[in-house]
């Protein structure tokens, strides 16, 4: 089954916004084994609406809707599909009730404007909008002699996700094929992904009914399979196993096989450890810090760490000797063990981690480059150290040195 | 003049990427008075590329189309425009010999499959294409009696706007009425986007010649003023004039008048006052220091920091006292002035600055709930407090916590 998601809204038609809705519509309708094969992005032009639904109708079995159906003039996707199949719309009065409900509950004036939400396509199933004012409506209708299935969803993603998964996918599922779908999305830190591809093509080409999907940013690779058949527990199998295969392939470039993210894991292995870790970043300037605590309890290994992005702060906070500094230069190996040793020391953290670098775009030499990271990662027995240069501005080389510094920290604690 | 963006590639048809050069073309496109009237998305599929380009040019007078220009089986854009125009394709021995000096700089061998890229309709104009191996192609021509501009560029980002600037553009320009355009960006911070809808909208909606656009993202407000006229002066006039209209009302919830973020603001004016600045963040867990750093040159005022996650470290690295903490508990007014004075005093700083917050979904309770933030500015002199809750999901916390923190270190330095 081909579909269309067609976008509406003239503001998707200027530089600053973006429909985002469809990505996740997209993954939806993946799963019960339906393609998109057209996105149309439409602004809020009666014609133009009516022309885009028509050519969408001509090409695809499915089509989704997004957006145009608010209160204002500008909201013409109703309009718009019933001139374009030659319907015409009906004042809902569930609906109108639903508006003045809503009204009532937020005290505010219910202007006759508001009133044309409530209009449904005379042959479509309304479909309830518990986040927001207007409906969802369903449509099974006939084109030019084909089946067509019609969808109209609003705009906002908080309107859109839920009544899309509530309301839209279950009328789907009655009406398509019954499918199932298996997935498992694997993760590797640090591997280049040419090396990735090279190490898993001959793997996953093999499974021609698993679609494997590889995603690379910032020195995280991400492997999407899935597997869509009438049986759950094959295509489970399926998935596992290729799953399994590419698992062995990567080794410890894996860090997880089901989809937890790097800052995750290390949370993971610290807990499992009874273990604690605390941070000295330099050109990082926090980001290391920021993605651990990102993730909702990370105070329990978590303990903090220092921005000791001057040098006497990397003194003051991680212990660092101003001569190791004066001798080595705040960007070397030196520095980035005794930050990493300091701030263990410092803070009592089972781990300490210390990263110092050359951000960019200035501050580098022929011997110290723009894009040249020391890290180091103390466990009080032993300090491990490592140095790379990145290429890049100065947001990719922190990007991809705090992925490297996290990585580290993970590769210490397995 | 109506145009149309077609990004042809199967992969911007799945739930994980999404057309970008879309924003980029759209806004390159408005400033020489052509407005963006469709987009579409389609796959690698050679019949369903001739039917989105016949039907663009069915509605567009000008027809952007971004990848499939590649080597592979999968790149098909020319062949779909050829078909689509009813014209053959000739091999460009200019790009011929284009390939082989690039396969020899990079020591590469040169299937036979890659001249393919040197394939052009015969009657475009060739866009060289430094960046990459595939050439643009330029068409002036007539489809159905109506003259249609259509531009064939690459995909890759790095390709794609360089070419569409300097190839595209300046031919473009050649054949458009002249038009120019000034441009403003302002940008206020924590000001509510009804507010400022409020406050500046019976002032804007009086330029009828200016377009205003105000995007709100996490307490920052952006108002982006577009006019386009057919004497610069005259553009320029206007915009700065509703500008400094506009500048007034927001009064001091304006912090830049030339789109300047929020961390580069600050760090003008610390230079400005010679003065440095320390943070010590709790919740933002180093989301302020991490804004800071990614602004090159932020070494010069910005010493560093503290994440103290723990208790423990806000006493080890801020000097906040134990008992402070067992008295008013982490979450305290107390406890931010102590973090922001201690840290100015641990580090030297001109200022402190202190955050200590419940970011959620737990470790909230009826009294401090999750997205309550204290924060805390001092200058040795005085230290300034406010508290507020935010809103929201974890992140959303942190990052409105952070613009809020930086807002209040801007307030304290003008």
Redesign the interface.
């Known amino acids: 089954m081909k579909s269309e998601i067609i976008a509406v809204g003239s503001e ?5 916004r ?1 429909d ?1 809705n469809s ?2 519509i ?2 939806k309708l ?1 799963e019960i084994g339906v ?9 809020d ?1 009666r014609k ?1 609406l009516v ?2 639904i028509r ?1 969408a109708l001509g ?1 695809a079995d499915i089509v989704v809707l997004m957006g145009g159906l608010g209160p204002t003039e500008d909201d013409l996707t109703r309009e718009a599909v019933a001139e374009a199949l030659s319907l015409s719309l009906r004042r809902d009065d569930a609906q109108v009730a639903h508006l003045h409900a809503r009204a009532a509950t937020w005290r505010m004036p219910m202007p006759e404007n508001n009133l044309k939400q409530a209009d449904v396509l005379e042959t479509a199933a309304v479909l309830s909008n518990p986040n927001g004012s207007a409906p969802g409506q369903w449509l099974d209708t006939t084109y030019d002699g084909y089946r067509k299935l019609i969808m109209l969803v609003p705009g906002p993603p908080n309107e859109c996700r839920p009544l899309f998964d509530n309301e839209c996918l279950p009328r789907l599922r009655a009406v398509l094929p019954p499918r199932f779908i298996a997935r498992r999305t694997l993760r590797a830190a640090m591997i280049p992904e040419s090396q990735a591809d090279k190490l898993l093509a001959p793997i996953y080409t093999t499974y021609t009914d698993v679609e494997t ?1 590889i ?1 690379a940013h910032a020195g995280d690779i991400q492997l ?1 399979l899935l597997c869509t058949k009438a049986d759950l527990q094959a295509a489970q199998r399926r998935v596992d196993e290729l799953a399994g295969r590419m698992e062995e392939a990567l080794d410890d470039w894996l860090y997880s096989s089901d989809g937890e993210t790097l800052e995750q894991i290390v949370l993971y292995y610290l807990g499992l450890r009874q273990a604690t870790l ?2 000295a ?10 993605r ?3 993730i ?4 329990r290994s ?9 040098d ?2 990397k003194t ?2 991680a212990n660092v000797p101003p001569e190791l500094i004066a001798q080595h230069g705040a960007v070397s190996a030196e520095v980035a063990s005794a930050m990493a040793d300091g701030i263990r020391r ?3 953290a089972t781990l300490g981690l210390g990263v110092t670098g050359i ?4 501050g580098g030499t022929e011997e110290k480059p723009v894009g040249l990271v020391h890290f180091a990662v103390s466990d009080g027995q032993k300090t491990t150290t490592y140095s790379r240069t990145f290429r890049g501005d ?2 990719r080389v ?1 990007q991809w040195a705090t992925q490297q510094a996290l990585d580290l920290v993970r590769r210490k604690l397995m």
């Open positions: 998707m038609l200027t530089p600053f973006q985002t990505l996740y997209t993954g993946n393609t998109v094969a057209f996105k149309s992005i439409v602004g032009r133009d022309s885009a050519t090409r999907t995603l999407i605390a941070v970043e330099s050109c990082t300037g926090g980001m290391v810090s920021q651990i605590t990102a909702p309890g990370s105070s978590f303990l903090g760490g220092a921005v000791v992005y001057s006497p702060l003051a906070f410092r803070t009592g951000a960019g775009p200035t100065r947001e922190r």
